[in-house]
T-cell receptor
Framework: KAGVTQTPRYLIKTRGQQVTLSCSPI?????VSWYQQTPGQGLQFLFE???????NKGNFPGRFSGRQFSNSRSEMNVSTLELGDSALYLC????????????FGPGTRLTVL | GNSVTQMEGPVTLSEEAFLTINCTYT??????LFWYVQYPGEGLQLLLK?????DKGSNKGFEATYRKETTSFHLEKGSVQVSDSAVYFC?????????????FGKGTHLIIQP
């Protein structure tokens, strides 16, 4: 069974640009969550999508948005990039919501210059 | 709000040494507790979990017991190997699997020397 895949694995952007990251969950998983990992702040929850609906959102500005498609694949978008957005963005999927293990992808390393 | 505190390290041990990584938490309800491991260049893998007080999670020789009275979930292993070198994250979720998102500690970098 294929794991969670994220594309691209590495990305370099400049300040002010926008970026879209993609996550394909494990087959049969309907929930996708996104996390930002930085050396200073550690791992922080961005948002979770379930059946194309955002279920919960962390404490991030509106520049961070996401969506989920009918096949459960998810994208997150960051607009007007800032230097501080440089991070590893991790996606996690699970079969359903409460009580199920989250499986993490390898992440997308975003560098903002 | 919820929070998780763990030693950040790096923690350096010799092979076959005993490992303890402390983790304490603050939560408003009755959270589920997790330990995740991250190897270089990879995402996080669930190592073990406990969903209620006094539960013991175990996997690959690692153990952790959910202690409600001390709000702790310390990770232990009796004899570490070089292959255990990684970053370990303690995490909690109020809603069992994390519908509200997992709250992570800062991570403990573990280095095992041969």
């Amino acid at each position: 069974k294929a794991g969670v895949t994220q594309t691209p694995r590495y990305l370099i952007k400049t300040r002010g640009q926008q970026v879209t990251l993609s996550c394909s969950p494990i087959s049969g998983h309907r929930s996708v969550s996104w996390y930002q990992q930085t050396p200073g702040q550690g791992l922080q929850f961005l948002f979770e999508y379930f059946s194309e609906t955002q279920r919960n959102k962390g404490n991030f500005p509106g520049r961070f948005s996401g969506r989920q498609f009918s096949n459960s694949r998810s994208e997150m978008n960051v607009s007007t990039l800032e230097l501080g957005d440089s991070a590893l963005y991790l996606c996690a999927s699970r079969k359903d919501t409460d009580g199920n293990e989250q499986f993490f992808g390898p992440g997308t390393r975003l560098t903002v210059l | 709000g919820n929070s998780v505190t763990q030693m950040e390290g790096p923690v350096t041990l010799s092979e076959e040494a005993f490992l303890t990584i402390n983790c304490t938490y603050t939560a408003t309800g009755y959270p589920s507790l997790f330990w995740y491991v991250q190897y270089p260049g990879e995402g996080l893998q669930l190592l073990l979990k406990a969903t209620k007080a006094d539960d013991k999670g175990s996997n690959k020789g690692f153990e952790a017991t959910y202690r409600k009275e001390t709000t702790s979930f310390h990770l232990e292993k009796g004899s570490v190997q070089v292959s255990d070198s990684a970053v370990y994250f303690c995490a909690l979720s109020e809603s069992g699997g994390g519908a509200d998102g997992l709250t992570f500690g800062k991570g403990t970098h573990l280095i095992i020397q041969p």
